[in-house]
């Protein structure tokens, strides 16, 4: 199936046009594809309201042959430093840019951001997203050949039969849904509360930072250039922030519970499933949207290649250990107990001062710890 005529005979419609889905309509262009993107929102994510923020060196890696890595480095802001302490106490600092391979382990950028990269790349082939479109809900008889109805901007409705029919719509995807899968999971009883400021004056955003606060901690890290995050399991975190210079705006504020889901398998027949429609967790780890491109990237080369039933046994374990490791993570920044409390703040500094338990933290947050793509040569 991976010769050009098949591609030009297989229809592809993509629904969701979020990092996700835009980053698989791209790999399959780039195959010699012309798949279909819809989204039933007005346009992408406004930048003032990205809550995914860092991308990763394996994304970049995966986004190299488009030329996309190259545009996100030139606007990414570089995270040359991330520090982690307890009152004055410092716990340990990580170097992003110590990790092997072609790429810093993380670089800040918002992701209304990464999707307008991703969508003038896109737009070189020819496809842009068709916004303010919606899959109707419905259930799919046939999953081996899908049908399903799309509504348009006003309001006529259309017939598709795509032969594959990719779900990169969000935690709360209607092809989810109409192929009649579940997404089991929990939710963590703690919120999360974020806020973006813009400052005034002169600030420095090449590094990232986490105050353990016991309980509780604060996060800071780079927007852009003039803009810092600050993530926080305090509800009143606001009024402890320590403002690098003047601020100038105060952009956007959220809050939300943070849920550990996902949906096995991740394709039934030849419905797929990518992105948070596939799998949602904290953001503790920064995995969310780079998890969910790289479904994008492996699902558009099995498809290229003819083995795309192979999807969801290639990216389940992948997956699982993200949402393991994220559970963790998030654990170990939220917990109340103070014995709990003390045995981090004294072991983590003890773990991390040797080599290997550094890199193995430098690979994670790289995301170098999921298989690598077989398609690309570079090594890590």
């Known amino acids: ?49 990205s809550r995914a923020l860092g991308v990763n060196a394996r994304t970049l890696t995966l986004l190299s042959p488009s030329g996309v890595a190259e545009r996100i480095i030139d606007a990414a802001q570089s995270i040359d430093c991330f520090r982690f302490h307890s009152g004055e106490k410092t716990l340990f600092e990580l170097d992003p840019r110590q990790v092997s391979g072609r ?8 992701q209304g951001h990464t999707e307008r990269l991703l969508m003038e790349a896109l737009a070189s082939y020819s496809i842009a997203p068709e916004w303010q479109t919606a899959i109707v809900a419905s259930e799919i008889a046939d999953l081996q050949k899908p049908e399903v109805t799309l509504r348009h901007p006003d309001g006529g409705m259309e017939t598709v039969r ?16 109409a192929m009649g899968a579940g997404f089991p999971g929990e939710a963590l009883e703690a919120y999360f509360y974020l806020v973006d400021f813009r400052y005034a004056g002169p600030i420095d ?13 604060i996060g800071r890290l780079p927007v852009a250039s003039d803009v810092i995050r600050y993530i926080s399991t305090l509800e009143d975190f606001e009024s402890r922030i320590v ?30 499933l990518a992105g948070d429609a596939a799998h949602i967790h904290s953001p503790a780890g920064a995995r969310g949207m ?16 003819g083995r795309e039933q192979e999807y969801s046994a290639l990216r389940i374990p992948a997956v699982k250990q993200v949402l393991k490791q994220t559970y963790g993570l998030t654990r170990l920044i939220t917990m109340t107990n103070p014995l709990a409390i003390a045995a ?6 003890l773990l991390l001062r040797f080599g290997p338990a550094r890199r193995t933290l430098l690979r994670s947050i790289a995301g170098y710890d999921t298989p690598r793509p077989p398609w690309i040569d570079w090594a890590e």
């Open 205 to 217: 955003t090449h590094f990232g930072d986490v105050s353990v606060l016991d309980p509780g901690m």
């Open 243 to 272: 403002h690098p210079a003047a601020v100038a705006e105060r952009i956007w504020a959220s809050q939300f519970r943070v849920h550990f889901r996902h949906v096995e398998p991740m394709a039934k027949g030849n419905v797929f």
């Open 344 to 349: 981090r703040n004294l072991f983590a500094p």
């Open 162 to 177: 795509p032969d594959i029919l990719v779900g990169a719509d969000g935690a709360h995807s209607v092809v989810r849904k």
């Open 1 to 49: 199936m991976g010769n050009g005529a098949s591609k030009e005979r297989r229809s592809i419609l993509i629904a969701g046009a979020g990092p996700a889905g835009l980053t698989a309509a791209l790999e399959l262009a780039r195959r010699g594809f012309a798949p279909r993107i819809v989204d039933d929102s007005s346009g992408p994510t406004p930048a003032e309201e």
């Open 290 to 305: 780079n998890l969910g491109i790289e479904d994008a990237c492996w699902l558009a080369w099995l498809i290229a290649e």
């Open 103 to 110: 790429f810093s382990a993380i670089r800040g950028l918002a």
